[in-house]
Nanobody, 117 residues
Framework: QVHVVQSGGGLVQSGGSLRIDCAASGDGVSLNAMAWYRQTPGKPRALVARITNDDDTSYATSVEGRFTISRGNAKNTMFLQMNSLKPEDTALYYC???????????WGQGTQVTVSP
């Protein structure tokens, strides 16, 4: 079993910055790619950014150039640095972990990010 815990986020004014963190833990856990998704009421969860084990990254067009995804040296932690935040970035952000030991896909509990105009 993989336990995924998120931290960070909160309320910020437009143009400000926030960081959200994700940590995956479990006996012998080893991960493939990790990703951040976000969801607003009435809409499906949408991919924000993704990072592989080789630190290859990809971003949604709406956040490219403003958000930076990274992983810790142990590869079981992941971060999302969000700069130049806009009100439309307001959402519940979820960490997603693709684990190959044990096999499975895991989600964090969600972290609220609110950007005021």
């Amino acid at each position: 079993q993989v336990h995924v815990v998120q931290s960070g986020g909160g309320l910020v004014q437009s143009g400000g910055s926030l960081r959200i963190d994700c940590a995956a833990s479990g006996d012998g856990v080893s991960l493939n790619a990790m990703a951040w998704y976000r969801q607003t009421p009435g809409k499906p969860r949408a991919l924000v950014a993704r990072i592989t084990n080789d630190d290859d990254t990809s971003y949604a067009t709406s956040v490219e150039g403003r958000f930076t995804i990274s992983r810790g040296n142990a590869k079981n932690t992941m971060f999302l640095q969000m700069n130049s935040l806009k009100p439309e970035d307001t959402a519940l952000y979820y960490c997603h972990a693709d684990s190959f030991n044990p096999r499975g896909l895991y989600w964090g509990q969600g972290t609220q990010v609110t950007v005021s105009p």
